[in-house]
């Protein structure tokens, strides 16, 4: 995972970067120069110490030469050479040394106690002697001055000043430098008398030194002390003695690890300087991020609080740079989403409240037959809660009625308006009520033109208008008693006529021929036959005569009208699907009464198919409801609309033969056996005819036994 920086951190890392490297080079360069000159002066006071030197001793000699030609005018001193004073009595004012010796060169005096032959060359002049003074064999530089006496030497006078410990010790007080003493050993190399240490130099320098006597200055002068090693930066001052060999070394110098220190000391203020810049970066670099993430780490909040949905965020940004403008534009959006935000909650709440208050079920659904949202009334209607719809396919919420899903499916296949189907609806709880179902497509002017659209389906409960359509119905089935009792007396009337016709002429002329009295007779007698069935049928539905219950097997009763009518059946070409659920619960019913339903049923559907239509009879077991259906669904000629109210009427038909009697007759029957009828048709398409009744709940087996029999006797 990649690891998030503020901005903060990256600021303070830019000022770093920015502000801290070029200064690390600046003092680098500084650091740089300073152990350069630094060098340099270490060159230069080296150089100066070697100066100061080769001065004193230049200085000593000229000292030497000095004390030994003043002494050599002393006639005190001549006595002495020449043997005449006594040597104990001699005194000498200064603080170099001084040694005599005789014309045989024996050694008549000397300051110090120590004894020398007296060195063959020069016969005049300095030279350096190699003498043993204490343990330290230190240098002796002397001053040879050979005395006579009117032409004939007599001896010489030696002053001599010791290159020791005195002597180095001064040169260090005046330069400030390491001066040592190297003395040369048989093998070539060379020892420092007090230090103990070997000199351990190039060949070319110690030749440059050694050979041809000349100063040198080397970087890498290296000593090995008894107990350490070092490096020097020094001057090398060749000491030749007295055959002109240079048997001892001057090395004024520097060690690396003082240069070391020297150096640290002077870059030191570079390294605080730098740590100084370090720290004034950070802090420069932190305050500057922070005053700039600041803003953006409150414009980052008000961000999140309005994704949040807290609209009511204003970020406050003083600041008047591009952070503070674009603050100010967060706010102004701010103010703008909010007042959007809120007309949307209202225009919400305006159709929210619009649905609530419909009494109609609305029902949104998507084109994948999903429902997407629904009304409060679609809820009642339904008596399923919303969760128990919403967000679920249509099939899982009308699973019971095939029709209506068929009708939505179709609805959103072709997408087009379709206006009060009037059906019935199996709830979920087990009650059946009469409904009304509208589709329209939904309209999404967002969604690309052509695309799948959802369905808005309207619901309208028609149970209170079915009740009243119910008392209407009585009513008019009262008013129709009126125009019944016409109808019956133009009825009977008419053959009533016809009969007294007959009848007179029968009376008037008794002497009428066979055929004519036959003739009149079969008149009479059609004619009563018609009465008879005018009143059978009136009677039927005016005063039926109350059901004799027994256990009815339904699926028996209907193959027995099935078989009935299979004649009529067979000559209209009609196909007949059976669809008959087994092992139905028995029915109390009045086998004739329940016959005479079926025929009824059957023969209006034979009356409105044509050849190649088709009756599908269903029946099945409602078990919520305790109750058997039966459907009749014929794919015939349907009903109009405006017929609808009226089928059930008395003397309404639109048949010439009909009565207009038959579902009149047939509705008096299933109320009397506690039922209920149901009718849905589309003019053109076909009728169904839905009647529920109440499964047989309590009868002794006596009936049942008798049930099946009568059944399987079919
Ligand atoms: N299955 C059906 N298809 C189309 N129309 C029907 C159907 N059943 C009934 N009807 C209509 O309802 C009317 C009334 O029917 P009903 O059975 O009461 O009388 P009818 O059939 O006309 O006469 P009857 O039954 O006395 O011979 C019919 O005339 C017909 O218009
Ligand atoms: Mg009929």
Known sequence: MIK?????????????????????????IGVEIASGRLEKGIEERINYAGKSAVYLIAKKKTELEGVARSFSGDP???????????????????????????????????????????PKNPAEGMTLLRTQSGSEPWPLLVFLLPVSDQGRPIGTIMTGYPLGNEFLNDLKSVTGVESMLFKQDPSGGYFSIDTKGRLDLPDEILKSVATHGRQAFTKSSRIRLEEKEEEYHALLTPLPDADGRVSYILFNGISSSETLSRKLASTRFYYILIFIGVLLSVIAGSALGTGISWPILRL??????????????????????????????FNLMTDRLKATIAKLV???????????????????????????????????????????????????????????????????????????????????????????????PLEDPVRPAGSKTGLVVLIRDLTEIQALKEHIRRQDRLAALGELSAGIAHEIRNPLGIIKGAAGILKKDSSSQPPRFDELCSVILEEVDRLNDVINDFLEF?????????PQNINELIRGTIQMTALQIEKNKICIHENLKSDLPLIMADEHQIHQVFLNLILNALQATDQGDSLEITTRHLKELNQIEIIFADTGIGIPEDNLNKVFNPFFTTKEQGTGLGLSVVSKII???????????????????????????????????DAVRTGSAK
């Open 4 to 28: 998030r920086f503020s901005i903060r951190i990256k600021l303070i890392a830019a000022f770093i970067i920015i502000g801290v490297f070029p200064m690390l080079l600046a003092t680098y």
């Open 300 to 329: 980052s909040s008000g961000v999140k609080a309005i994704s949040a949905g807290d609209y009511n965020q204003k970020i406050q940004v003083r600041s008047r740079d591009e952070i503070g403008e674009l603050a100010g534009s």
């Open 76 to 118: 005190r001193l001549r006595k002495v050479i020449q043997g005449g004073v006594n040597i104990k009595f001699l005194w000498f004012d200064t603080p170099l040394q001084v040694y005599l010796f005789n014309h045989e060169n024996h050694m008549i005096f000397t300051s110090t106690g120590e004894k020398f032959t007296r």
């Open 542 to 550: 005016a005063r039926p005569r109350p059901p004799q219950f027994k």
């Open 671 to 705: 109320e009397n056996h506690h039922g209920k009828i149901f009718l849905a048709s589309d003019a053109g398409r076909g009728t169904r005819f839905n009647i529920h009744l109440p499964v047989a709940e309590k009868f002794d087996s006596a009936d049942q036994e």
């Open 346 to 440: 209202e225009n919400q709440n305006y159709t929210e409240n619009m649905l609530r208050s419909l009494l109609n079920g609305v029902m949104t659904i998507d084109p994948d037959s999903m429902i997407i949202r629904i009304n409060r009334s679609t809820e009642n209607i339904l008596n399923l809660p919303a969760e128990r719809m919403v967000g679920k396919k249509i099939s899982a919420v009308f699973d019971q009625d095939p029709s209506i899903l068929a009708w939505i499916q179709e609805g959103l296949e072709r997408r087009q308006v379709k206006e009060g189907m009037e059906t019935i609806l199996h709830r979920r709880d087990g009650a059946i009520i009469p409904i009304e179902l509208s589709l329209s």
